[in-house]
């Protein structure tokens, strides 16, 4: 059972738990990316199983009005085993969301694993018709070359500011630099795509940006944010008939991100702090 303090962060342990949540925010206008939590397998079982759960979970949101899709994680999927596991595993999840008419977002991990994830990102998408999405790191330098390679590549683009530690040879570290980098390709991306932009960011003045670049180009776009973060905000963006979609991560393997997300903010360590304590 997922103790209340985390279920802030956490769509619950199970995908019937998942579901109740995808149900609830799309009640308010919110769509749900669902995500099952799992990262960094060394064993071919291991990614394959989570393979096989997201083809599942795939089925079953098909067969439901929900509006819903789901993100996967590259170690998940076997990256770290090597690049034809994930590619193997990432292939059987897209082919789902191809026969089930649900879309497939993959994150974006560490640097070591960027060009083998854009390789089965290209491939994939075009052989699906755009059915799959994938998130880019802002802070890294390589980024700007990335979105010009991918510019002709249908399917989504999800654009963050990256969450990963990455030396200063290969990354801004800086934080303004990485909001520079940010706006930047944000631009970019509004030049040179006619959609399928994704402003994956909490940031109140990079979606007030997109809704600027929108207007001046013409690109449709999405706003994502994480499940517990600004959730306010993200029924207000879905209420002014701004398409929002709201990441939610889901499984047993809660414990490790719940204190992710609560490390990485005053506000949510404090949060947590009155949760225990409650006040
Ligand atoms: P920050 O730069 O952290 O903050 C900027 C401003 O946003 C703050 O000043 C504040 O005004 C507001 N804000 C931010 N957080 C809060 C909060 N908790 N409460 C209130 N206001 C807040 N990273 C990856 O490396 N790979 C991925 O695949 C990936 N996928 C993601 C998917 C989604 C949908 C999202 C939202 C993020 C993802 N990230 C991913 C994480 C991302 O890289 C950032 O680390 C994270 O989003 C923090 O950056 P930010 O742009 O949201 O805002």
Redesign the pocket.
Not at 200 to 205: E, I, R, T
């Given at each position: 059972m997922i103790p209340p303090i985390a279920s802030r962060f956490v769509a619950g342990e199970t995908p019937a738990a998942a579901f109740d949540h995808v149900r609830r925010a799309n009640e308010d206008g919110v769509k749900v990316?669902l995500n099952l939590l799992g990262e960094h397998y060394r064993e071919r079982s291991a990614a394959a199983a989570d393979a096989e759960a997201y083809v599942s979970l795939i089925r079953d949101i098909g067969g439901t009005d929900l509006d819903a899709c789901v993100?996967v994680k590259p170690s998940q999927l076997g990256i770290d085993i090597g690049d034809d596991v994930f590619r193997e595993n990432l292939r059987r999840v897209v082919e789902a969301g191809d026969e089930h008419g649900v879309f497939v977002w993959c994150?974006?991990?560490d640097a070591d694993t960027t060009d083998a994830t854009l390789d089965a990102f290209e491939e994939l998408t075009r052989e699906f018709d755009g059915g799959v999405g994938q998130?880019v790191?802002a802070n890294l330098r390589r980024t700007r070359e990335d979105l010009d390679r991918l510019a002709d590549v249908p399917g989504k683009i999800?654009l963050?500011?990256?969450?990963?530690d990455e030396p200063e040879s290969i990354a801004y570290t800086d934080?303004a630099d990485v909001?520079e980098a940010?706006r930047e390709d944000l631009e970019f991306l509004f030049k040179e795509r006619e959609g399928g932009i994704a402003v994956?960011?909490?940031?109140?003045?990079?979606v007030s940006l997109a809704a600027e670049l929108s207007a001046e180009y013409g690109a449709d776009y999405e706003v994502?944010?994480?499940m517990g973060?600004?959730e306010d905000e993200q029924r207000r963006l879905a209420e002014e008939g701004v398409e929002t979609?709201q990441?939610a991560p889901y499984g047993d393997k809660w414990m490790s991100y719940f204190y992710r997300r609560v490390r990485?903010?005053k506000?949510?360590a404090l949060f947590a702090l009155r949760a225990v304590v409650g006040v």
């Open positions: 990316i993100s994150d974006m991990e998130c790191q999800r963050v500011k990256g969450a990963y934080k909001n940010y994956g960011s909490h940031d109140p003045k990079m994502q944010m994480l973060v600004r979609w990441y990485e903010r506000e949510n």
